[in-house]
Nanobody, 126 residues
Framework: QVQLQESGPGLVKPSQTLSLTCIVSGGSIRTSAYYWTWIRQPPGKGLEWMGAITYSGSTYYSPSLKSRTSISRDTSKNQFTLQLSSVTPEDTAVYYC??????????????????WGQGTQVTVSS
């Protein structure tokens, strides 16, 4: 079955760029009509949709994060990457990667996704 695994540093300093990778196994990120998404959950807050990259490489971003966010993919490694620049302590959160069809676009409910990673804690602190 398809599995998603987030990887990256657990601690990032303020003003630096956070970089996380989602490794997809058991399926291809080029599967037609699939969107590969990053979602985060700050402590004590709800889930926040950050952005997505499609099976064809098109990208969509949250308007509130667009200026600091970049999502890319490496089809040879079957993985996609999130980069969030100029981080502050407010970017401290559990970061999840997820995969779903077009209905998942902009959604944060796990039921709207076919696949969901276990999440990785990222803390922004000096």
């Amino acid at each position: 079955q398809v599995q998603l695994q987030e990887s990256g540093p657990g601690l990032v300093k303020p003003s630096q760029t956070l970089s996380l990778t989602c490794i997809v196994s058991g399926g291809s990120i080029r599967t037609s009509a699939y969107y590969w998404t990053w979602i985060r959950q700050p402590p004590g807050k709800g889930l926040e949709w950050m952005g997505a990259i499609t099976y064809s490489g098109s990208t969509y971003y949250s308007p509130s994060l667009k200026s600091r966010t970049s999502i890319s993919r490496d089809t040879s490694k079957n993985q996609f990457t999130l980069q969030l620049s100029s981080v502050t302590p407010e970017d401290t959160a559990v970061y999840y990667c997820a995969g779903g069809t077009t209905r998942s676009l902009y959604k944060v409910d796990r039921n709207d996704y076919a696949y969901w990673g276990q999440g990785t804690q990222v803390t922004v602190s000096s």
